[in-house]
């Protein structure tokens, strides 16, 4: 029943935050090994993931019998984004492309995502419950 | 998923910042001190940072290969130079040689500045990633709270 007032949007948003947090603490270990020789940069990317699961409900699943057979689209559960190497343009001497600038943009971004994320969770609640309370009167 | 793994690597980032910041503070206290308790003159130091695994917890371990991703940072040594040592002619020096040379450490004082001021802007690109961590655990918490 919940499920159908928020046509599924509270597991997107769940999922959203899961996926931030992570990628939170990527970030947070690139700002830490800004100096460590050799470190790589990572980054971990799920938005196309999540867009594609979105309204790909369980129901929809195919069965994948053969090898060459398509690659279904993931379902919402199991979107986990993919690890990847940050792009960088100044790999110095001690083979570190930590660029502090960047990170410390990405994870200026992320946060605010999180936090916008948290905050329609919160509204969604908020309604529900004005729904709940004030539907008797 | 531990929502506070984050400030763990955060705070080896603070840990590893702050003794190299002993260390260059170290270097600039020590730049003429010509006699040590093991001998000589003082020896330029250096930190040396390795990125390490975290230590995880078995539920992490099952969850994802995302894991791989976060490292924590931690000192793996401090290194002495012994080849850092400048001569000075100065022959009424009590450390001075028969040839009159005294040696002082050879420690370049804009290079530890500029040392010191990277490691500083890097603990507080640390605290800031901290507060963003500690701000999102804040908002989660406030998602039931209406």
Redesign the interface.
Same mark, same amino acid.
């Given at each position: 029943m919940v499920q159908r007032l928020f046509s599924g949007s509270l597991d997107v948003l769940q999922k959203n /935050?899961?996926l931030?947090? &992570?990628r939170?603490? $990527? /970030?947070?270990?690139n $700002? @830490? #090994? @800004?100096?460590?020789? *050799?470190?790589v940069a990572?980054d &971990?990317r799920f938005e196309e993931a999540l867009q594609q699961a979105v309204g790909f409900t369980a129901q929809d699943t195919l069965r994948r019998t053969n090898p060459r057979h398509l690659p279904q689209p993931q379902g919402l559960r199991e979107v986990? *984004?993919t /690890?990847v190497v940050s792009p960088s343009d100044d790999v110095g001497r001690d083979r570190n492309s930590v660029s $502090?600038d960047r990170?410390?943009a990405e /994870? @200026?971004t992320n946060?605010l995502q999180? #936090?916008a994320s @948290?905050?329609i969770?919160?509204r969604m609640?908020?309604q529900l419950?004005r729904t709940i309370s004030d539907g008797g009167r | 998923m531990d929502m506070l793994a984050g400030l763990h690597v955060s705070y080896s980032g603070l840990q590893a910042q702050r003794a190299r910041m002993n260390v260059i503070a170290s270097n600039l206290a020590n730049a003429n001190a010509t006699r040590t308790p093991e001998g000589g003159p003082y020896k330029r130091q250096d930190v040396i940072f390795a990125a390490s695994p975290q230590a995880a917890s078995f539920a992490d371990l099952l969850d994802t290969q995302l894991h791989n991703g976060v490292r924590e940072v931690r000192v793996l040594n401090v290194v002495r130079d012994p080849s850092a040592i400048r001569l000075e002619y100065d022959p009424k020096h009590p450390d001075a040689n028969a040839q009159g040379f005294v040696a002082y450490p050879d420690i370049n004082l804009l290079q530890e500045m500029v040392d010191l001021v990277s490691a500083s802007r890097l603990y507080e690109a640390n605290v800031t990633a901290i507060n963003t961590a500690k701000d999102m655990a804040l908002r989660a918490l406030q998602i039931g709270r209406i």
């Open positions: /935050l899961d931030r947090l &992570i939170h603490q $990527v /970030l947070t270990s $700002v @830490a #090994n @800004a100096e460590t020789p *050799g470190y990572k &971990i986990q *984004g /690890l $502090v990170e410390m /994870l @200026a946060t999180y #936090n @948290a905050e969770l919160s609640f908020d419950k | -």
